[in-house]
């Protein structure tokens, strides 16, 4: 069966390090990997697209890689602060139109 | 534009009401989702509209969920006859044809079944 895996365990890092974050999937051939941002009690807000044939994509301090050989992407921000404490989702994008969501990471940067 | 709104924030219900929820895309996006999402989980696929069209629904909506979207515009959400189980977070997100931006999500209707 079609299966997205995030750290169901929450990371805390310290300020100022940089942050990673795994999603990985079986069962899939995602044509696009979206990652979001969730704070509580709010919806998601998109933060990064990367298609198949792309293998990284950076904005500002994030970096997103996407390996479909290994049905991987990491997210990394870079330059952590605790604004950037939230809960990050990956989300594939199998050219269909309904977009499937893992359960997200909580991360949390300590001053 | 103020981005994608949703009516009421929150919701709470006895077992047994029929509630219903409303969504307010942004204008220019023609493609509208609704999600549900319990705590500790990822938002789970509900349905797609494609301006007015149902495109895609999910296996896991029963028959007490229905959802429209007159003339391509706004969308609401009923629930028939609430459970227990349908307490969760229940998110609109709309997104023009171009994945390129994602999708913009609403804040939410959190429902609340006692």
């Known amino acids: 069966s079609q299966k997205i895996e995030q750290n169901s365990e929450a990371l805390n890092i310290q300020e100022g390090k940089t942050a990673t974050l795994t999603c990985n999937y079986t069962?899939?051939?995602?044509?696009?990997l979206q990652w979001y941002r969730q704070d509580p009690g709010r919806g998601p807000v998109f933060l990064l697209l990367?298609?198949?044939?792309?293998k990284e994509k950076r904005k500002e301090r994030l970096k997103v890689t996407f390996d479909t050989t290994l049905k991987q992407s990491l997210f990394h921000i870079t330059a952590s602060q605790p604004a950037d404490s939230a809960t990050y989702l990956c989300?594939?994008?199998?050219?269909?139109?309904?977009?499937?969501f893992g359960t997200g990471t909580k991360l949390q940067v300590i001053p | 534009d103020t981005g994608v709104s949703q009516d009421p924030r929150h919701k709470i219900t006895k077992r047994g009401q029929n509630v219903t929820f409303r969504c307010d895309p942004i204008?220019?996006?023609?493609?509208l989702y609704w999600y549900r999402q319990t705590l500790g989980q990822g938002p789970e696929f509900l349905t797609y509209?494609?301006?007015?069209?149902?495109?895609?629904k999910s296996r896991l909506l029963s028959d007490r969920f229905s959802a429209e979207r007159p003339k391509g515009s706004f969308s609401t959400l009923e629930i028939q006859r609430t459970e227990q189980g349908d307490s969760a977070m229940y998110l609109c997100?709309?997104?023009?044809?171009?994945?390129?931006?994602?999708?913009?999500f609403g804040s939410g209707t959190r429902l609340t079944v006692v």
């Open positions: 069962n899939y051939s995602p044509a696009y």
């Open positions: 509209f494609q301006n007015e069209a149902q495109l895609e």
């Open positions: 997100a709309s997104s023009l044809a171009d994945r390129a931006k994602g999708y913009t």
């Open positions: 990367i298609r198949e044939n792309e």
């Open positions: 204008s220019e996006h023609n493609r």
């Open positions: 989300a594939l994008d199998p050219r269909s139109q309904k977009v499937t």
